[in-house]
């Protein structure tokens, strides 16, 4: 699963997050990537954008990548909707392969 947000307040993240754990989106994935958020505003709580996800989500059993180059940023892959994509996450190393 991709996650994107362009305009990242601490606030609207902690509630949309909380939402898909709520909806327990976050139990049955095979990998979460997390797009860098082309504005972050922690509002002042000392927060980092990944603390914020990490203290949400929990621990998973599968790799959860941070600041993706996806979305509203530069650089940007393009990741086409309803693609397919193969994630291989090993000893910190990433392949990415995105099929139409």
């Not at 958020?37 to 000392?46: A, D, M, Q, T």
């Not at 940023?73 to 990741?79: K, N, V």
């Amino acid at each position: 699963m991709v996650l994107e947000d362009e305009d990242a307040t601490i606030t609207l993240e902690e509630r949309s997050l909380n939402a898909l754990k709520l909806y327990k989106i976050f139990d049955n994935l095979k990998g979460l990537i997390f797009s860098k958020p082309e504005i972050y505003n922690n509002k002042n709580s000392g927060l980092k954008y990944e603390e914020l996800i990490d203290e949400i989500v929990g621990k998973r059993d599968y790799p959860i990548i941070y600041n993706f180059d996806c979305g509203h940023t530069i650089p940007s892959i393009c990741i086409p909707q309803n693609g397919i994509m193969n994630l291989v996450a090993k000893n910190g190393e990433i392949k990415i392969k995105i099929e139409k």
